[in-house]
């Protein structure tokens, strides 16, 4: 399933291939997020046209509305939303990080009060893995519990033992249910205490999944104990499970974790500073709604061969960006979401040809994130 085809001689970086019923993508790679099943302001030949590698769909808010019933009487997701490339379901289990006045959480699984209309209702951990197979997303992820950063090595013991029993009831019931394919990934907790993870990620392991997640990281927590943790995981996990940092995404971050031995991302990043008229390019971040650019006849980025810097020019876009057209926000979204799968492509060739560490250095020097 997971194929390492080269690894890099000075980092933990390395290449590979990941197959699913929708084909293989390569890794390193990035998934942009298309939360209620649409990654925001592109259509689904654009993604095609873009050549993302997968997407990320949050199954507790696409339960929440439009309900899973509809969706599966579509066919599934991808008939429903157009998409037909890899699709990840998240299980919830940010949720219960994200929405804590909402939600309860026991052994037994989550009590939430929606955010939409106020309802109460209950997910177990069996029935997370019941609404992903109904959803039939090709990678489905158990359910969780995220704890924030600085947590107690108590509370973090608690979360990280909740979230293994989790996943045990959670792969018990997908070998019972799954008909059609499907893949499994667990779920790897422990905050920033080694000991914690080690355990996690023994126990995990065990389990058979077809991947590993690295959850409850950049959660506030200082970048080194962050890196001392994927170090540590590298260290310490079999080499032919496919290291998946869920929520994680900015361009510095991406290649100091793929340096530490992580395969897969995906992250709101690239589209959420699209609406806000920030584009990313080779010399890093600008915010082109700002007035430097209102005469500013060139494109985004000189070394992109995206459609918008083809064809548009920064004036034109803060243009519409102070006119409050959303084409402006289209148009730097489908640059943004281009340059990462043009950088993850970067990262991959870097790899293969023996010289990530030299692409690390200068990226790192050349590319401003401020």
Same mark, same amino acid.
């Given at each position: 399933?997971? /194929?390492?085809?080269?690894?890099?001689?000075?980092?933990?970086?390395?290449?590979?291939?990941?197959?699913?019923?929708?084909?293989?993508?390569?890794?390193?790679?990035?998934?942009?997020?298309?939360?209620?099943?649409?990654?925001?302001?592109?259509?689904?030949?654009?993604?095609?046209?873009?050549?993302?590698?997968?997407?990320?769909?949050?199954?507790? @808010?696409?339960?929440?509305?439009?309900?899973?019933?509809?969706?599966?009487? +579509?066919?599934?997701?991808?008939?429903?939303?157009?998409?037909?490339?890899?699709?990840?379901?998240?299980?919830?289990?940010?949720?219960?990080?994200?929405?804590?006045?909402?939600?309860?959480?026991?052994?037994?699984?989550?009590?939430?009060?929606? @955010?939409?209309?106020?309802?109460?209702?209950?997910?177990?951990?069996?029935?997370?893995?019941?609404?992903?197979? *109904?959803?039939?997303?090709?990678?489905?992820?158990?359910?969780?519990?995220?704890? /924030?950063?600085?947590?107690?090595?108590?509370?973090? +013991?608690?979360?990280? =033992?909740?979230?293994?029993?989790?996943?045990?009831?959670? /792969?018990?019931?997908?070998?019972?249910?799954?008909?059609?394919?499907?893949?499994?990934?667990?779920?790897?907790?422990?905050?920033?205490?080694?000991?914690?993870?080690?355990?996690?990620?023994?126990?995990?392991?065990?389990?058979?999944?077809?991947?590993?997640?690295?959850?409850?990281?950049?959660?506030?927590?200082?970048?080194?104990?962050?890196?001392?943790?994927?170090?540590?995981?590298? *260290?310490?996990?079999?080499?032919?499970?496919?290291?998946?940092?869920?929520?994680?995404?900015?361009?510095?971050?991406?290649?100091?974790?793929?340096?530490?031995?992580?395969?897969?991302? *995906?992250?709101?990043?690239?589209?959420?500073?699209?609406?806000?008229?920030? =584009?990313?390019?080779?010399?890093?971040?600008?915010?082109?709604?700002?007035?430097?650019?209102?005469? *500013?006849?060139?494109?985004?980025?000189?070394?992109?061969?995206?459609?918008?810097?083809?064809?548009?020019?920064?004036?034109?876009?803060? @243009?519409?960006?102070?006119?409050?057209?959303?084409?402006?926000?289209?148009?730097?979204?489908?640059?943004?979401?281009?340059?990462?799968?043009?950088?993850?492509? /970067?990262?991959?060739?870097?790899?293969?040809?023996?010289?990530?560490?030299?692409?690390?250095?200068?990226?790192?020097?050349?590319?401003?994130?401020?």
């Amino acid at each position: 399933m997971f /194929k390492i085809t080269k690894e890099d001689k000075e980092t933990n970086a390395r290449c590979g291939t990941f197959k699913t019923r929708r084909g293989v993508f390569n890794t390193p790679s990035f998934f942009p997020v298309a939360t209620q099943a649409t990654v925001k302001c592109l259509s689904p030949w654009q993604l095609s046209e873009i050549g993302v590698d997968g997407l990320l769909v949050n199954a507790y @808010h696409l339960f929440l509305r439009p309900g899973t019933e509809i969706i599966k009487k +579509a066919g599934g997701l991808h008939k429903f939303m157009g998409f037909q490339g890899p699709i990840i379901t998240d299980s919830g289990g940010y949720q219960i990080f994200s929405l804590e006045r909402l939600r309860e959480v026991s052994d037994e699984g989550v009590k939430f009060q929606s @955010h939409v209309d106020g309802e109460t209702f209950f997910l177990s951990p069996e029935g997370i893995v019941k609404i992903q197979l *109904d959803l039939d997303s090709d990678i489905i992820v158990p359910l969780d519990e995220c704890v /924030k950063y600085p947590c107690s090595r108590a509370k973090a +013991a608690k979360a990280a =033992a909740r979230t293994i029993d989790w996943a045990r009831k959670s /792969k018990e019931c997908f070998e019972k249910e799954n008909e059609k394919g499907n893949i499994m990934f667990g779920i790897i907790q422990g905050s920033t205490y080694e000991d914690l993870r080690g355990e996690c990620l023994k126990r995990i392991s065990e389990l058979g999944f077809s991947g590993l997640c690295i959850g409850g990281l950049s959660v506030g927590e200082p970048e080194d104990l962050r890196y001392n943790i994927l170090s540590f995981i590298h *260290d310490n996990v079999d080499k032919r499970y496919l290291r998946y940092f869920m929520g994680y995404g900015r361009p510095r971050d991406i290649i100091e974790a793929v340096s530490l031995g992580v395969d897969l991302f *995906d992250c709101v990043v690239p589209t959420r500073f699209g609406r806000t008229g920030t =584009a990313f390019t080779s010399e890093g971040k600008i915010v082109v709604r700002n007035s430097i650019y209102s005469q *500013d006849l060139a494109p985004l980025d000189t070394k992109c061969s995206c459609y918008t810097c083809k064809n548009f020019t920064r004036a034109y876009l803060r @243009h519409l960006i102070n006119v409050k057209e959303v084409l402006g926000v289209q148009l730097i979204t489908y640059h943004n979401v281009y340059w990462y799968k043009s950088f993850m492509m /970067k990262i991959r060739e870097a790899i293969s040809e023996g010289n990530f560490a030299e692409l690390k250095r200068e990226f790192l020097a050349n590319f401003k994130d401020n």
